[in-house]
C-alpha cells in the first residue's frame, strides 16, 4: 500500500499569477499555444508535490531569511510553497527574475501554519 498523497491548496494569489502568466503570455506576446504550454508545465511541477512534498529547495539556502518557504523551478518561473504534513499550500508562482523575497514577505497576507 502507497503512502497517502498529499492535499494541494493554491491560494487566491498563486491562481491569480498563473492567469496573468498565461495572459501576459497569450495577449502580450501573443503566442496562445507557448502561454498553455507554460501553464501546464507550472501545473505539472505543482502536481509533483502530492507524492513528494519536500522535493523544492528550502528558500533559506539561497537567501538570509528564517522561513519555511520551499520553491520549485518550472522553466523561467518559481512556484513558492510551504508544507505541513500532508498539506501543501502553494503561495505564489512568480517570473524567477522578479523581486521574490519583496512580494513573498511584503504581499502574501496569509495565514501562518502553527
Known amino acids: 500500500m502507497g ?4 492535499n494541494l491548496h493554491l491560494s487566491y494569489e498563486a491562481q491569480n499569477d498563473l492567469f496573468d502568466i498565461k495572459d501576459y503570455i497569450a495577449e ?3 503566442n496562445p ?3 498553455i504550454a507554460t501553464v501546464s508545465k507550472i501545473t505539472k511541477t505543482i502536481r509533483m508535490l502530492r507524492d513528494r512534498a519536500l522535493i523544492g529547495t528550502p528558500l533559506s539556502s539561497i537567501a538570509d531569511v528564517d522561513s ?3 520553491f520549485l ?5 518559481m512556484v ?4 505541513n504534513g500532508n498539506d501543501i499550500y502553494i503561495d505564489r508562482v512568480l517570473y524567477g527574475r522578479r523581486d521574490y523575497l519583496r512580494i513573498l514577505f511584503t504581499d502574501i497576507q496569509s495565514d501562518t501554519i502553527e
Open 80 to 83: 513558492f510553497y510551504r508544507a
Open 33 to 35: 499555444q507557448a502561454a
Open 68 to 70: 519555511d518557504y520551499r
Open 3 to 6: 503512502l497517502p498523497m498529499n
Open 73 to 77: 523551478v518550472s522553466g523561467n518561473y
Open 28 to 30: 502580450d506576446l501573443e
